[in-house]
T-cell receptor, first 115, second 116 residues
Framework: KQEVTQIPAALSVPEGENLVLNCSFT??????LQWFRQDPGKGLTSLLL?????REQTSGRLNASLDKSSGRSTLYIAASQPGDSATYLC??????????????FGQGTRLTINP | NAGVTQTPKFQVLKTGQSMTLQCAQD?????MSWYRQDPGMGLRLIHY???????DQGEVPNGYNVSRSTTEDFPLRLLSAAPSQTSVYFC???????????????FGEGSRLTVL
């Protein structure tokens, strides 16, 4: 059974710092991995999607990497801003050929950027 | 750019009542799904669909029914609400890719349900 873990559960840093959020998964047979952010009382917003054949994806100040063999992904946020404060979740998806058609989510990292 | 639209945003029910959470998407996505989000439990899949007329169960399907008569709509029905169904419900959709795999998942804003 696929399990996804995000450590730490909460992180507080001063504005302007570069930071890394971690996501680990137990089954390396994934199809893709997706990073989301969730603001309080809101839905999930997709940030980056990495296919299993890719090593990283970039969008603006965000960079996500994927190492399937070690079961790890990181989300790098450069020059953090107070507006980056949110909960960040990662989710992995198995290949359809393996009979699963769902995302398995981590519990999320609650990020606070202090002005 | 409506994306995924959920209604209602808030609902209070009494135990035993039934209701339907509505979900509509305008992106022509084949795949649609329902999740519930609970503190300490994360997001859990209730039901999903890979196209009109095709639905399947997720991790926590008991107490919920779904149907998919059109590509756009995927309603979630609570047949007899219980306090354990108090949660925030999210609908999500994505395109189907080659080999039946799903692409990027897009979420609605959520429906907060309280069962007394």
């Amino acid at each position: 059974k696929q399990e996804v873990t995000q450590i730490p559960a909460a992180l507080s840093v001063p504005e302007g710092e570069n930071l890394v959020l971690n996501c680990s998964f137990t089954d390396s047979a994934i199809y893709n991995l997706q990073w989301f952010r969730q603001d309080p009382g809101k839905g999930l917003t997709s940030l980056l999607l990495i296919q299993s054949s890719q090593r990283e994806q970039t969008s603006g100040r965000l960079n996500a990497s994927l190492d399937k063999s070690s079961g790890r992904s990181t989300l790098y946020i450069a020059a953090s801003q107070p507006g980056d404060s949110a909960t960040y979740l990662c989710a992995v998806r198995r290949s359809w050929s393996l009979g699963a058609q769902k995302l398995v989510f981590g519990q999320g990292t609650r990020l606070t950027i202090n002005p | 750019n409506a994306g995924v639209t959920q209604t209602p945003k808030f609902q209070v029910l009494k135990t035993g009542q039934s209701m339907t959470l509505q979900c509509a998407q305008d992106m022509n996505h084949e795949y649609m799904s329902w999740y519930r989000q609970d503190p300490g439990m994360g997001l859990r899949l209730i039901h999903y669909s890979v196209g009109a007329g095709i639905t399947d169960q997720g991790e926590v399907p008991n107490g919920y029914n779904v149907s998919r008569s059109t590509t756009e709509d995927f309603p979630l029905r609570l047949l007899s609400a219980a306090p354990s169904q108090t949660s925030v419900y999210f609908c999500a959709s994505s395109p189907l890719l080659s080999g039946g795999n799903t692409g990027e998942l897009f979420f609605g804003e959520g429906s907060r349900l309280t069962v007394l």
